[in-house]
């Protein structure tokens, strides 16, 4: 099955800075890797996917790489706001419909 | 509202006790999820049904849990005498019929055995 490695597990930004967060995966065959973002006692929400057949994806201020060959993929948020302290988890679809989350990243941004 | 909803939100029992959740999910999506979040991870797979079909199930799930989506619509997670460590949030997912459709997640259930 897939495995997918979140790293870092936290991660403190100064208000303006960036954040970058970086996942691993296992399966080759995966070809949908979405990020959410969930806060405190909320559900898991999507912020932004990439599917495989795309190298760069990005949305305002946060952007997401894929590199198929090194099986890894980023999250890029800029300019990073008090409101993007949350916990964020990148996942990976397998070739079985089965999305495998990272461990997530807690990301606290200091104003 | 429109989007996954779960049922109940909270839920304490005692160890040795059933029980069971309840999901809806968003009316036009065909494919619906059961995963587990335990404090400090991310949320891991226990099973997924197409319509009413159950397609397919983890390893983690005993033979303790059992999932089903009767008419293709809600679905129902049991746990059957629940163990502390069964102790997690248990969240519903549903997605259109497409294989990178994004999934939209419930608010979940949060269980604890005593």
């Known amino acids: 099955g897939e495995n997918v490695e979140q790293h870092p597990s936290t991660l403190s930004v100064q208000e303006g800075d960036s954040a970058v967060i970086k996942c691993t995966y296992s399966d080759s065959a995966s070809n949908y890797f979405p990020w959410y973002k969930q806060e405190l006692g909320k559900r898991p929400q999507l912020i932004i996917d990439?599917?495989?057949?795309?190298g760069e994806k990005k949305d305002q201020r946060i952007a997401v790489t894929l590199n198929k060959t090194a099986k890894h993929f980023s999250l890029h948020i800029t300019e990073t706001q008090p409101e993007d302290s949350a916990v964020y988890f990148c996942a990976a679809l397998g070739d079985d419909y089965k999305l495998s989350f990272g461990a997530g990243t807690t990301v606290t941004v200091r104003a | 509202d429109t989007g996954v909803s779960q049922d109940p939100r909270h839920k304490i029992t005692k160890r040795g006790q059933n029980v069971t959740f309840r999901c809806d999910p968003i009316s036009e999506h065909n494919r619906l999820y059961w995963y587990r979040q335990t404090l400090g991870q991310g949320p891991e797979f226990l099973t997924y049904f197409q319509n009413e079909a159950q397609l397919e199930k983890s390893r983690l799930l005993s033979d303790r849990f059992s999932a089903e989506r009767p008419k293709g619509s809600f679905s129902t997670l049991e746990i059957q005498r629940t163990e502390q460590g069964d102790s997690a949030m248990y969240l519903c997912?549903?997605?259109?019929?497409?294989?990178?459709?994004?999934?939209?997640f419930g608010p979940g259930t949060r269980l604890t055995v005593l």
């Open positions: 990439i599917r495989s057949n795309v």
């Open positions: 997912a549903s997605s259109l019929d497409l294989r990178t459709s994004e999934q939209f």
